[in-house]
DNA sequence: CTCTGACATGTCAACCCTGACATGTGGAGC
DNA sequence: GCTCCACATGTCAGGGTTGACATGTCAGAG
């Protein structure tokens, strides 16, 4: 239940509406950090204003309010980063496929490791040459957040590639190694 | 919703009781990959095993169930494994903490980095003192997966630590800039 | 002027997960 | 023999999440 978190960080980092908050969580944010649809977003921004962690700050057109956050809700975040207890909620299926990686036969394995590796490439040169594309066309105020959360995505990606690398390494020379000696 | 598919995985490597797939999830398992309390195992199991993927293979003193992995089991499990679509459920409190950082004044932001990186240095030696260990005591018939899991959770830890410690780095040479040139 | 698509918010049933409650057994130590 | 603890399974209410349904507006292209 980190969901009200994430919705104060991002506004601290500046005001925006449910709806573009909700697009927030389709890039890096949902793709290694938290998920969420409008369908959670919108019902919590209402119980946040309740507790006046957030405010409407502004109506525009399309029926459209912009929150931002307040002091209490500023408080509320800086409390949540600073007593990290350690742990807290994880749950990745992607993690979750390589754990039972294992339980295949060899084809199967390397088979998946390829595409991990494969996949693991792509995305890290995808992402270097997104952070590279200097700070957004647009400056936003959020450019710090997804700097430092890019390179964090940076080094996973690069993590994983290798560990994938190296396990196919030792797939292979397992696989030499009971083919030969007989 | 992988439950199902991280309770197969587990009974593809050696077939256990809920109780000892629930242990499971306490370690590396749970502490990286996906949670689960007994709460939601047992139930999932009944379902698994009315839908003949899983199967009551003994059953031994207090009650307990030792369940295996079907045929059918075995191929819903590397049917998962083969297609993976790249994404899937993501949701991790850590690295959400980690997105939000810049939202802090840099004392503050000082003090989460620090703690980040002492954690993952000793996260990541403990770890490694635990793989150097022998291939756990008992042999177990999970060791394999125990093994590409926790080479997988050393490259996170070490890849986590790097970027806080650039990121302090970053923020002290930024303060310091901010502090002399007037 | 019409149509399309992005903008924008909302509800609701179904489903999943968590923490608390509930119950009982077998072995080891005193 | 008794007591404690790990073993072992289960239910259930409350809360979070998802996907589908529902509604409506504004701007730009044709």
New binding site residues.
Partial sequence: ???PHALLGLLAAAPA????L??EFESDLGRYAW??????I?????KLAARDLVRVVDQ???????YDITEQGRAELRSWLLHRSGDG?VRNEGVLRMFLIPTLDPDDQRSVLTAIAEETAAAEAELRERLKGGTDPRCSPRAELGLLAGRFGLGQYRATHEWATRALEELDARVADSRRPN
Same sequence: chains 1, 2.
């Avoid at 998920?35 to 959670?40: I, R, T, Y």
């Avoid at 919108?42 to 209402?46: D, R």
């Avoid at 525009?60 to 309010?65: A, W």
């Fill in positions: 239940m980190s969901l509406t449910g709806y573009e909700a697009r998920q969420a649809g409008h369908a959670s919108y019902p919590e921004l209402a525009g057109p399309r029926g459209s309010k912009t909620v």
